[in-house]
T-cell receptor, first 114, second 116 residues
Framework: AQTVTQSQPEMSVQEAETVTLSCTYD???????LFWYKQPPSRQMILVIR??????QNATENRFSVNFQKAAKSFSLKISDSQLGDAAMYFC???????????FGKGTKLTVNP | DAGVIQSPRHEVTEMGQEVTLRCKPI?????LFWYRQTMMRGLELLIY????????DSGMPEDRFSAKMPNASFSTLKIQPSEPRDSAVYFC??????????????FGQGTRLTVV
């Protein structure tokens, strides 16, 4: 079974600085998707960024970018110019087409200090 | 579209009572998922439906849990009888599968269930 591991239960960053959240996963498949979801205190799960495993280019969405290392099965999220509104739980998730299952990591709580 | 709508937002019930959680997926989406979130176990997939048919219920913890999707616009997750260890946030999510690619899963705001 696929597993997703987020080794950092909590992280903190100063406003306007850069922070990187780690995620590793285990799979024997070659075609899959990876996601980062943000969960603010409102509980809403919000998609931050998506990466298709067949794409070598790292995905970017404004201040959010990923470092996708397929061989190492690593998928880290970099947040640049951190803002107070970025404070939330961040979940890494793996998706395998065909099974239609999203497997989540345990999450990383990000605190942004003013 | 209003997004995935879950009700109630909060539910407090006594042990042994029946609890029903409700979900209205995004119109046109053909996949619906029920997740449970706890501090200890994180986000766990309980069951998912495709075109109103349950596809995988291997995550349903016990026979006390049941889920139905009578039509494309409504699903329920029922716990009978409820126990304190069922206390969690329950999320419903829906998605649309286009050809060989799946779009993202859109989540509702969750139902926080407390069983006392």
């Amino acid at each position: 079974a696929q597993t997703v591991t987020q080794s950092q239960p909590e992280m903190s960053v100063q406003e306007a600085e850069t922070v990187t959240l780690s995620c590793t996963y285990d799979t024997s498949e070659s075609d899959y998707y990876l996601f980062w979801y943000k969960q603010p205190p409102s509980r809403q799960m919000i998609l931050v960024i998506r990466q298709e495993a067949y794409k070598q280019q790292n995905a970017t969405e404004n201040r959010f970018s990923v470092n996708f290392q397929k061989a190492a099965k690593s998928f880290s999220l970099k947040i640049s110019d951190s803002q107070l509104g970025d404070a939330a739980m961040y979940f890494c998730a793996y998706f395998q087409g065909g099974s239609e299952k999203l497997v989540f990591g345990k999450g990383t709580k990000l605190t942004v200090n003013p | 579209d209003a997004g995935v709508i879950q009700s109630p937002r909060h539910e407090v019930t006594e042990m042994g009572q029946e609890v029903t959680l409700r979900c209205k997926p995004i119109s046109g989406h053909d996949y619906l998922f029920w997740y449970r979130q706890t501090m200890m176990r994180g986000l766990e997939l309980l069951i998912y439906f495709n075109n109103n048919v349950p596809i995988d219920d291997s995550g349903m913890p016990e026979d006390r849990f049941s889920a139905k999707m009578p039509n494309a616009s409504f699903s329920t997750l029922k716990i009978q009888p409820s126990e304190p260890r069922d206390s969690a946030v329950y999320f419903c999510a829906s998605s649309l599968r286009l050809g060989g690619f799946s779009t993202e899963a859109f989540f509702g705001q969750g139902t926080r269930l407390t069983v006392v």
